[in-house]
């Protein structure tokens, strides 16, 4: 089994800054997708920003100069930066990852989620 756990989210004002982190219990030999998402009250939960298996970073239109996807491989962490957060950033953000993991396998994991409230 894998575990992904977030954590570095909280309430902080618009204009403010956060960085979330997620860190994977297991190394990763090949990745097909690593990212994070977002679901906010009410609404399904969205794409925010990824790695791709290609070597890529995406992000979602409503992010992009804003937020900022990264990865420490020897800390088995990624980690989102968001700077010029907004109250429409307000959201519980979610991690995943799928990949074949060593000593596990495939499998595609997600994290419990961190709080992000940002305040006007």
């Known amino acids: 089994q894998v575990q992904l756990v977030e954590s570095g989210g909280g309430l902080v004002q618009a204009g403010g800054s956060l960085r979330l982190s997620c860190v994977h219990s297991?190394?990763?030999?090949?990745?097909?997708?690593m990212g994070w998402y977002r679901q906010a009250p009410g609404k399904q939960r969205e794409f925010v920003a990824r790695?791709?298996?290609?070597?890529?970073?995406n992000y979602a239109d409503s992010v992009k100069d804003r937020f900022a996807i990264s990865r420490d491989n020897a800390k088995n962490t990624m980690y989102l930066h968001m700077n010029s957060l907004k109250v429409e950033d307000t959201a519980v953000y979610y991690c995943?990852?799928?990949?074949?993991?060593?000593?596990?396998?495939?499998?595609?994991?997600w994290g419990q989620g961190t709080q992000v409230t940002v305040s006007s």
């Open positions: 297991r190394s990763i030999f090949r990745f097909n997708n």
């Open positions: 995943n990852v799928e990949a074949f993991w060593l000593g596990v396998g495939p499998g595609n994991y």
């Open positions: 790695f791709t298996s290609g070597g890529s970073i």
